[in-house]
């Protein structure tokens, strides 16, 4: 199986901030790596794809960088809409994993 | 847009067998990958398995002796099954499309990128 490791798991941060959260596979998945946003009581919703790929309608303040094991999404200047559980999540041809998430709070 | 709705029972005994669906709106569950997902209360989350637009499925391994993943393309439906549950299978549940391509030996993948709303299941006697 494929782990996946955030960090960290809780981040403080303030309106404005620059916000960079990371996450490790323990092998390597090349590109194939989702980011997703989660508020409370609401399903999750994805932000990027293949690891720096921005979905249709995500603000261009969200990115995403890196290949093989280490990956990051940055959040260039944090706004009050941002604070919320982070998750990445590997894709091979045969199974998903979740990372264990990044709580971003004020 | 494509929606999707999870149906099911609430509340479950343990021992018993979790039944889900999941009815998919504007798109066909042949054109593309479903996946069930769940999530603890005030934990992360946890991919459970998938259904291919062949009708091939995948699982978590922690979960691939108790789950099966099936379809209904008559009702544009896929269910998941979870036998001989305990309190430690309650979760929300999720259904989402997986957006995989794949032909042959070509593949990209966009992401989980359409999710029903969730439903609450309660493992308890």
């Known amino acids: 199986d494929i782990q996946m490791t955030q960090s960290p798991s809780t981040l403080s941060a303030s309106v404005g901030d620059r916000v960079t959260i990371t996450c490790r596979a323990s092998q390597s998945i090349s590109s194939w790596l989702a980011w997703y946003q989660q508020k409370p009581g609401k399903a999750p919703k994805v932000l990027i794809y293949?690891?720096?790929n921005l979905e249709s309608g995500v603000p261009s303040r969200f990115s995403g960088s890196g290949s093989g094991t280490e990956f990051t999404l940055t959040i260039s200047s944090l706004q009050p809409d941002d604070f919320a559980t982070y998750y990445c999540?590997?894709?091979?041809?045969?199974?998903?994993?979740f990372g264990q998430g990044t709580k971003v709070e004020i | 847009q494509v929606q999707l709705q999870e149906s099911g029972p609430g509340l479950v005994k343990p021992s018993e067998t979790l039944s889900l669906t999941c009815t998919v709106s504007?798109?066909?569950?042949?054109?593309?990958?479903w996946s069930w997902i769940r999530q603890p209360p005030g934990k992360g989350l946890e991919w459970i398995g998938y259904?291919?637009?062949?009708?091939?499925?995948n699982y978590n391994p922690s979960l691939q002796s108790r789950a099966t993943i099936s379809e209904d393309t008559s009702k544009n439906q896929f269910s998941l099954k979870l036998t001989s549950v305990t309190a430690a299978d309650t979760a929300v549940y999720y259904c989402a499309r997986d957006n995989e391509y794949s032909s042959g030996t070509d593949y990209y993948y966009y992401g989980m990128d359409v999710w029903g709303q969730g439903t609450t299941v309660i493992v308890s006697s």
């Open positions: 504007s798109a066909s569950i042949s054109a593309y990958y």
């Open positions: 293949k690891a720096s």
């Open positions: 259904i291919s637009n062949s009708g091939s499925t």
């Open positions: 999540q590997q894709y091979n041809r045969y199974s998903r994993t």
